[in-house]
């Protein structure tokens, strides 16, 4: 599972079974995801084209 999150909160999602964590206050989430997934969740409202433009 990745995970992203903020600096401060890295631990308790690495704790929660995260494989990888990224921090989105200071990466491109989408540029950070190397690899192909099966599911991208998002329980916080983002502009879908951001998404859209994924190759993910």
């Known amino acids: 599972m990745i995970a992203t999150t903020g600096p401060h909160s890295s631990r308790r999602v690495t704790a929660a079974g995260a494989d990888e964590v990224i921090d989105h206050t200071t990466a ?7 690899r192909p997934v099966d599911v991208v ?4 409202p983002v502009e879908s084209d951001s998404w859209m433009r994924s190759p993910v």
């Open 28 to 34: 491109d989430v989408v540029a950070a995801v190397s």
């Open 41 to 44: 969740l998002n329980l916080v």
